[in-house]
């Protein structure tokens, strides 16, 4: 069973957080909520309060098959500047394995340098700085996948990135039958 380690930080987009969790979990994937606040509640930018699974410095990230970062403001900004969010990054990508982002988050990934070569899509505006540098590449897109990394523009395509997800971890098949049973406009 694939892992995916989500990352929160006080002041996340919840929805695009929560919409992507449930998505993956329905396919069988294997879900835990980190908080990089200090505590295990962590509380949104729309002031809901998330019950976290454990804290980022009780946490390995070696068994993750990915980490995916919710966007959110001020949530990405806190979750750029904890060093331990950089180093459970910078260990995931020199393994080889998958990163996500939506939102605001790709800029992390962006600033970071992982998007050297590679096609990237985020939240109009945060692309800047990035877009251009080494060979990356802004779309545009909904949700982009450019070899190891995936990237999403926001809330209004969370669904859809959850699914692409969960395409990349399990196959197509399970994508597709959650894809039904969610009743995305796709499938009525």
């Not at 700085?129 to 999403?152: F, K, M, P, Q, Y």
């Amino acid at each position: 069973m694939a892992k995916v380690s989500v990352l929160l930080a006080t002041g996340l987009e919840e929805v695009e957080c929560l919409t992507v969790v449930d998505i993956l979990r329905r396919g069988g994937v294997h879900v835990e909520l980190i908080s990089t606040s200090g505590e295990r509640v962590v509380t949104g930018a729309h002031h809901i309060a998330i019950v976290t699974d454990r804290l980022i410095e009780e946490t390995d990230f070696s068994d993750s098959d990915m980490i995916f970062l919710p966007g959110g403001v001020p949530g990405v900004p806190n979750l750029a500047k904890h060093p331990k969010v950089a180093r459970a990054l910078q260990q995931q990508e020199l393994s080889g394995k998958r990163l996500a982002a939506i939102c605001a988050a790709p800029s992390i990934l962006g600033k970071m340098g992982f998007f050297a070569h590679a096609r990237f899509t985020s939240y109009p505006g945060w692309q800047e700085g990035i877009d251009g540098v080494d060979g990356a590449r802004w779309t545009g897109a909904a949700v982009e996948t450019s070899g190891n990394i995936t990237t999403g523009r926001g809330l209004g395509v969370a669904l859809d990135f959850g699914l692409e997800l969960l395409r990349l971890l399990t196959d197509d098949a399970t994508a597709e039958r959650v894809k039904e049973a969610v009743q995305h406009p796709d499938c009525i």
